[in-house]
């Protein structure tokens, strides 16, 4: 049925940049209809990222414009009520994988880290409550993202305290 609905051209915003025209809160879905994303004409692998539950945005590996611009428009639709993720995955083969952009991205990987400390932040919540209702004592770490000053890039730290029981985030 997904196929039947999807009869509309992505929007392209930039040469080799597309999001999906959609709206109907199936968007995230059609990221499983590898035929429609493989049709995109990008530089390099298909890399997407899906922030909300309407909208899907995709651009090559190889598209540092397109990758820029892919990353802004993920930290602004972070903000919808309905968030997803901003983890941008490649498509490889027949299957899609974790997409870890290096530092020569740095805007992608600021929303990566962004989004891997925020899924961290709900897994903290949920860990701590069932801490408390069994009694553990467990530190349950958080995940902090940081960029220092002049650098454009991000990275994550996480607090360690010697001597107790601690969940660390990867």
């Known amino acids: ?3 039947r609905i999807s009869n509309e051209d992505f929007e392209q915003v930039l040469p ?3 999001i999906s025209p959609w709206g109907d809160n199936y968007d995230a879905a059609r990221l499983l209809l590898h035929d429609l994303v493989w049709q995109l004409k990008v530089k390099g692998s298909h890399v ?6 309407d909208l899907l945005i ?3 590996s190889e598209d540092a414009d397109g990758l820029r611009k892919m990353s802004e428009l993920g930290m602004e639709a972070l903000d919808d009520p309905r968030a997803i ?8 083969d ?3 994988e974790t997409f870890v952009p290096g530092t020569i991205h740095p805007e992608l990987r600021k929303l990566y880290h962004v989004s891997v400390a925020y899924a961290y932040e ?3 919540v949920a860990l701590e409550a069932i801490h408390l209702q069994t009694a553990e004592e467990v530190f349950v770490a958080s995940m902090m993202v ?3 000053n002049g650098q454009d890039t991000t990275f994550t730290k996480a607090a360690w305290s010697e001597g107790v029981n601690t969940l660390l985030p990867k």
């Not at 993720?85 to 490889?92: C, D, F, T």
């Open 1 to 3: 049925n997904l196929w």
């Open 16 to 18: 080799g940049l597309y």
């Open 48 to 53: 997407a990222i899906i922030p909300h539950r």
């Open 58 to 60: 995709v651009t090559g």
């Open 85 to 92: 993720s901003g983890i941008p995955v490649i498509l490889k």
């Open 94 to 96: 027949n299957q899609w």
């Open 122 to 124: 709900e897994q903290k």
């Open 146 to 148: 940081y960029q220092e």
